[in-house]
């Protein structure tokens, strides 16, 4: 599988999640775990309401096994739509297109291409079981936060300057997310998923110091538990909220390959 098309794979199976929600900017001080489980899925909430579209350029690194760099141009349009741009050394390489049914993309130096239902693309990762969507995705790429919590399911743990919400779920066959560590203003900091295949799977969120920005600074995704996974990182250079419609269509006479 070409690298490109993994990277992107590998997002969808880091965003397995209970159906999503998001924040404000308000700090907690001191509150009882069951308050902070409230105001975290209210926050959620309010920032599902106020998704918007936005454009914005990348910086994509993957190193371990394998090193290399390369551009990205991403539009998101909220519950509706994923549309990349590759570009190596300032060219672009291919496209891809993610709605909530179905997931495309060609690759310009073999000239090939992918489209499957994301069903398909469930089986093949083991998220039959969850609940699995665009949405999710959408909000792990922004630095949103993505899963509803409950005090049957997490314990929620105080720190100085954080907060943790720990699984009491066994490690199973489907993807289960273990950790998510949120700071005082309700921005994630790392999100720890686990199942018996993958083991464990870190993303890792960078804030800079200006406590309004909407988006992160960068995202890193790696595993400790597995010495074969490549590690990726993602570092955001500029966001626009704007609304367009992007251009996608596979070229003529180019081969299609399978995930």
Same mark, same amino acid.
């Given at each position: 599988m070409k690298l490109y098309y993994l990277i992107f794979i590998l997002l969808f199976t880091i965003s397995c999640s209970k159906k999503t929600l998001v924040p404000t900017d308000k700090i907690i001080e001191f509150f009882t775990s069951e308050e902070v489980l409230n105001s975290y899925n209210q926050n959620i909430?309010?920032?599902?309401k106020e998704s918007k579209p936005?454009?914005?350029?990348?910086?994509? @690194? +993957?190193? !371990?096994?394998?090193?290399? #760099? *390369? $551009?990205?141009?991403?539009?998101?349009?909220?519950?509706?739509?994923?549309?990349?741009?590759l570009y190596y050394f300032g060219f672009s390489m291919g496209k891809i297109?993610?709605?909530?049914?179905?997931?495309?993309?060609y690759e310009k130096i073999t000239k090939t291409f992918i489209s499957e239902d994301i069903n398909t693309l469930k @089986? +093949?990762? !083991?998220?039959?079981?969850? #609940? *699995? $969507?665009?949405v999710s995705l959408q909000k792990l790429l922004?630095?949103?936060l993505f899963l509803n919590a409950n005090s049957e399911d997490f314990k929620c743990i105080k720190n100085d300057e954080s907060f943790n919400l720990i699984s009491n779920k066994l490690v199973g066959d489907s993807l289960n997310i273990k950790e998510v560590k949120f700071n005082l203003t309700y921005k994630p900091l790392e999100i720890v998923v686990e199942n018996k295949d993958i083991k464990q799977v870190n993303l890792k969120y960078e804030w800079d110091g200006n406590k309004e920005l909407v988006y992160p600074k960068s995202i890193e995704i790696d595993s400790p538990t597995n010495p074969k996974f490549n590690k990726l990182k993602i570092d955001h250079k500029s966001f626009e909220v704007v609304t367009f419609k992007p251009s996608f269509e596979i070229p003529k006479n180019y081969k299609k390959r399978k995930l």
């Open positions: 909430e309010n920032q599902e936005v454009k914005f350029y990348s910086n994509i @690194e +993957i190193t !371990k096994a394998n090193s290399l #760099k *390369f $551009n990205t141009e991403i539009y998101i349009d909220p519950n509706k739509l994923i549309w990349v741009n297109l993610i709605t909530e049914s179905k997931i495309e993309g @089986e +093949i990762l !083991k998220l039959k079981t969850t #609940k *699995f $969507n665009l922004l630095g949103k």
